[in-house]
Nanobody, 115 residues
Framework: QVQLVESGGGLVQPGGSLRLSCAAS????????MGWYRQAPGKERELVAA???????NYADSVKGRFTISRDNAKNTVYLQMASLKPEDTAVYYC?????????WGQGTQVTVSS
């Protein structure tokens, strides 16, 4: 079993920044992918950014140049640095870890961008 604990969400004004963290614990295979997804009210969950344990990353077009994903493999932790936030970034952000044959989700953290 794998547990994911997210932190760092909150309320921020447009143009502001937030940093999300997600720490994984349990039976974690060294080769894995950790990522962030988000789900706004009335919309489907979508990929925001993901990073493999080998260092490859990918981003949704809507966040390229504004968000940065990074990992600390020794701590099994993934971060999402979000800058230049827009109201349309408002959503519940979920962390996910994908292993060889399983995937696990965090409980989600709310990010609200509003003046």
């Amino acid at each position: 079993q794998v547990q994911l604990v997210e932190s760092g969400g909150g309320l921020v004004q447009p143009g502001g920044s937030l940093r999300l963290s997600c720490a994984a614990s349990g039976s974690i295979f060294r080769f894995n992918t950790m990522g962030w997804y988000r789900q706004a009210p009335g919309k489907e969950r979508e990929l925001v950014a993901a990073a493999t344990s080998a260092g490859a990353t990918n981003y949704a077009d809507s966040v390229k140049g504004r968000f940065t994903i990074s990992r600390d493999n020794a701590k099994n932790t993934v971060y999402l640095q979000m800058a230049s936030l827009k109201p349309e970034d408002t959503a519940v952000y979920y962390c996910k870890i994908t292993l060889v044959s399983n995937q696990y989700w965090g409980q989600g953290t709310q990010v609200t961008v509003s003046s």
